[in-house]
Nanobody, 125 residues
Framework: QVQLVESGGGLVQAGGSLRLSCAAS????????MGWFRQAPGKERAFIAG????????VYADSVKGRFTISRDNAKNTMTLQMNNLRPEDTAVYYC??????????????????WGQGTQVTVSS
């Protein structure tokens, strides 16, 4: 079946780095916007980074801009999130997401059609 699977989470000290990966299966996600969200305990799930269907446009939340880098490889049907200079407030479950339809934005209501199961990132102080 169609699914997204995250990997690469773990425990890291403040100032360290992690690289998250999202592997899509079931069908190609070319022409689908994709991105990353995170949810900390007791908080709502929040958008942190996204890529256009072509990979030519990227968008970042202010909280991660300059520290995180999103990229995608349509040939491999994968997406990555390079996270540098991590802070304790980055601790959360990180989710991979893809748009519900080709050329659909993931930044609008009901724009997301597929979610990964999440991967835990814990940043110690």
């Amino acid at each position: 079946q169609v699914q997204l699977v995250e990997s690469g989470g773990g425990l890291v000290q403040a100032g360290g780095s992690l690289r998250l990966s999202c592997a899509a299966s079931g069908r190609p996600f070319v022409n689908y916007a994709m991105g990353w969200f995170r949810q900390a305990p007791g908080k709502e799930r929040a958008f942190i980074a996204g890529t256009s269907w072509s990979g030519g446009t990227t968008v970042y939340a202010d909280s991660v801009k300059g520290r995180f880098t999103i990229s995608r490889d349509n040939a491999k049907n994968t997406m990555t999130l390079q996270m540098n200079n991590l802070r304790p407030e980055d601790t959360a479950v990180y989710y991979c997401a893809a748009a519900s339809h080709p050329f659909q934005s993931i930044l609008v209501s009901d724009g997301i059609g597929y979610w990964g199961q999440g991967t835990q990132v814990t940043v110690s102080s």
